[in-house]
């Protein structure tokens, strides 16, 4: 497989927030034994720094890997089965087949030279093992970092203790400034300052400041959790208060590994100074994979001895402790447990009686969320949907986990993986879609409402991969199951999958049969919405098969009028995709270039690889009909590293083959066999990014250098520069601490004060203005 794949860059390691203190010599050790080894296993307790380390000792690796550094977390995992899905995702690579993620996933490394920080593997330890073996053997180029309480236990697998930060021996005065040589009173200096800046380790106190490192046992989030009490204790108070927790009995058990009893007393003690309802709060949050906002906190969290009108108070509170993490997601906050804080909350949960009621209240919410957003779906939230049910990814899976393995859950779990069709078959996520939804249907078995909603959407997901089989059973199931109950609704979705199914596999007109059935059972159900809209889009698609122009011009104005009435763009950009295919039988080359773009643009906005593909395929072909054979050539090769992550190409029909057939050899013939094979291997090598942009044209387009100063003020021109580096709005927000759409706005006013159309544009400006002095 090609190096351009569905997903390529140079990697995704999170941002330091923190100093890293007191493992440069753990950092060159472990740097040392990648150059020797291809899995190092970093081992400890929970709290010691494991993470921390993977993420300092990959990032100073990131020259030595071309195909970047990696960081995959699996802490919010409870399914050893999604353990692929998960690596993938990190990788930033899609795949909609419905081929095993495991194959996939060794496939796009095969040729490549990366690091992959494996993140949290103890509680999946067969999993994690089994997919390193397979993609070790499969991928020479890569090495492998986990991190684990336990190893792996593989051939080959070298492991890493990751010990506490060095303290005083107990008994030995230290020297005036001797205290700068142990890393775990540095840190605590760090930290205590970060609290109360006029703390400072002096001789007088140096000594207390020792001793709280010792009682802590060096073990750095129990010293970040002691540091930030300096808030509201002396520095004796905090000494004396850790002295008398570990001097309690029980505090610390007999049996088990002592510095991880250490760890629990020092949590504990800290959890012990929390007011009750910030103990309620910690406890319930905990069985969020992912992170929350207040929303969430509010419906999943609130009630009994915790009420909804505090849940601010104690969240700033538990921030404030160093137990909550509060990050920025566009203009809300969200906020997550440290993993060995979410599994000490969890444990108190457990303790108190109530984990089962807030399980059921937190997938009561995911199910809640995930219905408003297949509502709001057909709408202009589309975008921000996508978004929202992305951050929300982790929290989903452990929602429908527990749905499907609690007894007397298993319609909800039904309920729920169906209701996510948006996401599973609009963003690009077809593989853990069926996952699920393969999952619900094996477990519920028995025929009802739930499972005929499942049926169909499954049916659909799995027909998008070309598991033709699989999705015609599952679609005929559902159509005898509503033709048997009068289940009108799942009889029309049925008969439009169906008909779909039909269409890719070349019956053409028993499947435009199909679609006008479900059309008009559709108009008497009264049923809008953005599948209703595919019914019409894909009615086109087969009128064009027919040879019928007019008609599919017409299903795609209408279309397009639906959907602009209503805001949706999604299913929208699929009837534009077809209008390219109209324009372009019709000869009319310039606008079906104009909708093969339009509907690129907006695929990429929701990372649909299927939308994507075939745009860059209509694109490709309008380049040939203009005789511009190299773009042509070029963006044949942008599609043929794109359609392994999403199915056979062109769905293995002769309709749609047959102008990507002729494409290829006419623009062979023209351009020589050199000539093709030089600009079809490099959009094969493009990253997704750079191939969206090629076929855009933004790369094409060099920017005016200016005759004058920009007319950018101060803050436009560190967005222009950060739009240089290949910043997203959401990173460019992220970075400047903005929102989102203040982001969006800057973006828009530099484009308007520089007369350009494009962020490529704009970035090749930045870098030749870089000297230019701003306006005031």
Not at 577 to 592: H, I, P, S, T
Not at 722 to 741: F, K, P, T, Y
Request: some cysteine; hydrophobic content about 45%; overall charge neutral.
């Amino acid at each position: 497989m090609s190096k351009a794949g569905a997903g390529c860059g140079k990697g995704n390691l999170p941002a330091d927030t923190t100093s890293f203190v007191g493992r440069k010599s753990d950092v060159a050790e472990v740097k040392l034994l990648l150059t020797r080894a291809r899995l190092v296993t970093l081992s400890g307790v929970g709290g010691v720094g494991k993470t921390r380390l993977a993420v300092e000792t990959a990032a100073g690796l990131s020259r030595a890997f071309p195909d970047g550094v990696w960081l995959a977390e699996l802490a919010g995992l409870q399914d050893g089965a999604l353990v692929a899905h998960a690596v993938l995702e990190a990788l930033g690579v899609p795949d909609e087949t419905g081929r095993s993620t495991g194959l996939v996933l060794a496939e796009h490394l095969r040729d490549r030279r990366l690091l992959i920080v494996l993140d949290n593997c103890e509680h999946l330890l067969d999993g994690c093992a089994t997919l390193a073996y397979d993609l070790l053997r499969a991928a020479p180029g890569l090495r492998l970092l986990a991190t684990s309480r336990e190893r792996l236990a593989l051939p080959g697998e070298h492991l890493w203790p990751v010990s506490p930060l060095p303290v005083p021996e107990p008994g030995r005065p230290l020297p005036d400034g001797a205290w700068l040589r142990y890393p775990a009173m540095t840190l605590f200096a760090e930290r205590a300052a970060a609290v109360d800046p006029g703390f400072a380790v002096t001789a007088e106190n140096q000594e207390r400041v020792a001793e709280v490192c010792r009682l802590l046992a060096g073990i750095p989030l129990a010293i970040e959790l002691a540091a930030v009490r300096l808030r509201v204790l002396t520095l004796a108070e905090l000494e004396s208060g850790l002295g008398d927790c570990f001097r309690l009995p029980g505090t610390v058990k007999r049996g088990g590994e002592p510095r991880h009893q250490t760890l629990l007393a020092a949590v504990g003690w800290s959890y012990a100074l929390c007011d009750p309802a910030e103990r309620h709060l910690w406890a319930r949050a905990s069985v969020f994979a992912g992170g929350f906002d207040l929303t969430a906190a509010e419906r999943v969290c609130a009630g009994d001895g915790l009420p909804a009108g505090e849940l601010w108070e104690r969240l700033a509170g538990l921030v404030e402790k160093s137990v909550l993490i509060r990050e920025a997601d566009d203009d809300r906050a969200r906020f997550r447990l440290p993993e060995p804080l979410r599994q000490f909350g969890r444990a108190r949960l457990s303790e108190s009686g109530e984990t089962a009621a807030v399980l059921r209240r937190m997938r009561d919410h995911c199910f809640a969320l995930a219905v408003r957003s297949e509502r709001a779906w057909f709408g202009p939230e589309q975008a921000e949907i996508f978004r929202r049910t992305r951050a929300e990814h982790a929290n989903l899976r452990a929602a429908l986990d527990y749905s499907l393995t609690v007894p007397g859950e298993l319609k909800a779990g039904l309920r729920l993986a169906s209701t996510l069709w948006f996401y599973w078959a609009g963003c690009g996520v077809f593989g853990e879609g069926r996952h699920w939804l393969d999952r619900a249907l094996s477990l519920a078995a028995e025929p009802s409402e739930e499972r005929a909603k499942a049926l169909w959407v499954n049916g659909y997901v799995a027909t998008l991969q070309g598991d033709n089989v699989a999705a015609v059973a599952m679609l005929e199931e559902c159509r005898a199951y509503a033709t048997r109950t009068g289940d009108e609704v799942a009889l029309a979705y049925a008969t439009h999958r169906l008909g779909c199914n039909l269409l890719v596999g070349d019956d053409v007109g028993d499947a435009k049969t199909l679609f006008e059935e479900a059309r008009a059972r559709y108009r008497r159900l009264g049923e809008l919405n953005s599948n209703v809209m595919l019914a019409g889009i894909e009615l086109a698609v087969a009128s064009i098969f027919l040879g019928d122009l007019d008609r599919a011009g017409e299903l795609c104005e209408e279309a397009c009028a639906t959907g602009f009435a209503h805001g949706e763009q999604w299913a929208r950009a699929y009837a534009i995709y077809v209008q390219a295919l109209v324009a372009l039988g019709r000869g009319d080359f310039d606008r079906a270039a104009e909708h093969g773009r339009h509907c690129l643009r907006v695929k990429s906005m929701f990372h649909d690889l299927l939308g994507i593909v075939l745009a860059m395929e209509v694109l490709a072909w309008t380049e040939a009909a203009r005789e511009h054979w190299e773009p042509a050539a070029t963006m044949l090769g942008c599609a043929r590293s794109i359609w392994p992550a999403v199915g056979f190409p062109m769905f293995g029909s002769r309709y749609l083959g047959a102008p990507h057939g002729d494409c290829e050899t006419r623009t062979r013939r023209a351009l020589g066999e050199t000539r093709f094979e030089t600009a079809h291997r490099r959009g094969r090598e493009f990253g997704l990014p750079e191939a969206i942009a090629y076929a855009l044209g933004e790369s094409l387009q060099p920017a005016p250098v200016p005759e004058r100063p920009t007319p950018l003020t101060d803050r436009e021109q560190e967005v222009a520069v950060l739009i240089a580096d290949g910043r997203s709005n959401q990173e460019i927000a992220d970075r400047l601490v903005i929102s989102r759409r203040t982001a969006e706005g800057h973006v828009n006013r530099i484009l308007r004060k520089l007369g350009f159309d494009s962020r490529a544009q704009v970035a090749a400006w930045a870098t030749r203005t870089a000297q230019v002095p701003t306006t005031p």
